[in-house]
């Protein structure tokens, strides 16, 4: 299963970036999507989480800010970013806890990561 991030970029504060990633291969069924980030010198940390449902979760720091959503048909992660701060400065990776048959196991499968730099 791969997992193809894009939209990432170069930003001022207070401007906004959508970020999409679409997960293909074989898959089942594809359960929870999300976005980590990971700022320069810091650890990982998940950014927002959406399940198949629809039920979302941010980290406190992006709340009213970020809106996470999902095409569950293309497999297909969003997340809206808005009123961006220096602060969100980071590399994405999008997140996809997935089966690839009724029998299988939740694995976890990961984007590439793209960039985003928000300016001051």
């Known amino acids: 299963v791969q997992l193809q991030a894009s939209g990432g970029g170069l930003v001022q504060a207070g401007e906004s970036l959508r970020l999409s990633c679409a997960a293909s291969?074989?898959?089942?069924?594809?359960?929870?999507m999300g976005w980590y980030r990971q700022a320069p010198g810091k650890q990982r940390e998940l950014a927002a989480t959406?399940?198949?449902?629809?039920?979302?979760t941010y980290v406190n720091s992006v709340k009213g800010r970020f809106s996470i959503s999902r095409d569950n048909a293309k497999n297909t992660v969003y997340l809206q970013m808005n009123s961006l701060k220096p602060e969100d400065t980071a590399v994405y990776y999008c997140?996809?806890?997935?089966?690839?048959?009724?029998?299988?196991?939740?694995?976890?499968?990961w984007g590439q990561g793209t960039l985003v730099t928000v300016s001051s």
């Open positions: 291969g074989s898959i089942f069924k594809v359960n929870v």
């Open positions: 959406i399940t198949s449902g629809g039920s979302t």
């Open positions: 997140y996809a806890a997935y089966t690839s048959s009724s029998l299988d196991l939740t694995r976890a499968g």
